[in-house]
């Protein structure tokens, strides 16, 4: 059924097919649109092709030094900006000698008009050498293309295949101009193929056991890949590789050395697990740890495939003795508020069940910036009858849904949050986190915490809005949600 929130056939007919409203009764429900170009007017919140590889995937490798070839602002916008910390522990049981190296640098090629007439080439190879010079700690240098790129054709490849033999260490091109997809998922897939077809094979690891895995899409976003490192370690399986949160270079060299495959964003990095399966016949296994249900169910199944059951189920004993208590004391303070989910892709589907299963919460709305049709299969697999579900929204359906939903709390990002506040809605970051890791047992508690910490914050409450609607102003105080 075609979510009618405003007049979508007169004003913007393309977003019609973006908005479902889950209804089980018509057989003639589809999932929304999706993967597609945003509605040129729209205000998205999506991000480009280059922040799907620099953003998402790349920069969380700890010992990597990375040169955007592009103007400046692409430079900045890629610096920084996401929360994955790292450890400075090195595979061979070294110190990486430089603290959050990830986060603390990056390198642009400033390209201006003159190199856009004349190409940017010299000056990228030039860059490159002064980066080696000035970060020789850096154990590989990785270079991307950017929208200028893209149109003014720079073969990176050449560069960096011919830098890679002057340096003698690895230097590796991605090339997804920001324009070149409809999402950062786009970047996702250039960053899995390129770092397949240039590392994986290239490296042998030091040692190997038998239950050696690769954790695949887990980007240590505010600590959650050392969550589920920590119930790994009790349980005796080793993150042979991880890609990439907390990563080096090297680990993903040797990826295919791994027994099990285990895919954790299943929009961002299964195809790289299918490419290891398909060449080196490591087999993979899709996992979700978020929320209680779900992280003690994933965890059986990995024990299961290494026979250590029992293991599995201490941990989850463990956990769960600790955490269910204050569970049951925050499910009386939230159940029945009303919540809408927004974030990129996966994590729409991996919050809906838990927040309603263990906080008796009611998610009203679900939305993503560029989930796949698998994707929105699994969204619609878990959540109840009357969910909207909607794709790639723009600020003012974002704001119709607020004002004619009126939720209690919202879980999106940066974009939206302020958006969020502005109409007088609590927030809660869930790409970056507020007070993470929010993965696993106890990070779910951490979630629950925020959410809480977020709703009852007495702010809400002095505030007063109007809302013009069809029936003219309506006046609402935030106290009337309590
Ligand atoms: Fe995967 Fe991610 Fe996500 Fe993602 Fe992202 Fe993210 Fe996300 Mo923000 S890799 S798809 S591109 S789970 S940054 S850690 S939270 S939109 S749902």
Redesign the pocket.
Known sequence: MPYKLFDVDKDIPERKKHTYVKDNADPTEDIPACNTKTVPGCMTERGCAFA?VKG?ITGAIKDVAHVVHSPVGCTFYGYGS?RYPTSQDMPDGSKFPIENFNLKYIVGTNLTESDVVFGGMKKLRQTILETAKEFPEANAIYTYSTCTVGLIGDDMDAVAKELSEELGKDVVAFNAPGFSGPT?SKG?HVANHTLFDNLVGTREPLETTPYDVNLI?E?N?DGDLWVIKSYFDEMGIRILSSFSGDSTHDEICWMHRAKLSLVR?Q??ATYIADLIEQKYGVPYMKVDFFGPRYCAENLRAVGKYFGLEDKAEKVIESRMKDIKPQLEFYKEKLKGKKVWVF??????WHFPRPLEEELGMEVIAVST?FEHEDGYEKIKERVDEGTIIFDDPNSLEMEEIIEKYKPDLMLS?IKEKYLAHKMGVPCIL??SYENGPYIGFEGFLNLTKDIYAAVYNPVWNMLEFEYETEGGIEEMSMEETE
Not at 343 to 348: D, F, V
């Open positions: 799907g998402v996401k950062q996702h899409g980007y976003i964003c929009r961002s974030s990129g892709g996966p994590k729409n910036m990002g869930i790409h």
